[in-house]
């Protein structure tokens, strides 16, 4: 069983910076694949960004290419996702998954084995 939780989350205007966190615990894999997803209420979960085991690939949805970076710390068991400018369509749940052992770029959520509870994200106008 693999335990995340996430942090980091907050209300911020328009044009701010937030980082997000996500640690992981419990017996994880050495190889695993991680991502970034977003929720609204009534809508369904949608990708961000990913990252593979290597930290040698990762992927982003549209919207966000250019101002969100993925990032891991193996050592730390971390998982991040630095946001820039952001929009008030950045406003959601920001969810943490993790595939393991398992070494691709997975941009879907059914492909995530384990997730954190959420953090809260808010940006105002």
């Known amino acids: 069983q693999v335990h995340l939780v996430e942090s980091g989350g907050g209300p911020v205007q328009a044009g701010a910076s937030l980082r997000l966190s996500c640690a992981a615990s419990?017996?994880?894999?050495?190889?695993?694949?991680a991502g970034w997803f977003r929720q609204v209420p009534g809508k369904e979960r949608t990708f961000v960004a990913a990252?593979?085991?290597?930290?040698?690939?990762?992927a982003y949805e549209d919207s966000v290419k250019g101002r969100f970076i993925i990032s891991r710390d193996d050592a730390k068991k971390m998982v991040y996702l630095e946001m820039n400018s952001l929009k008030p369509e950045d406003t959601a749940v920001y969810f943490c998954g993790v595939r393991p052992n398992n070494i691709e770029v997975h941009t879907s959520a059914v492909a995530y084995n384990y997730w954190g509870q959420g953090t809260q994200v808010t940006v105002s106008s």
């Open positions: 990252i593979n085991w290597e930290a040698t690939k990762t």
């Open positions: 419990g017996p994880t894999a050495e190889r695993y694949a």
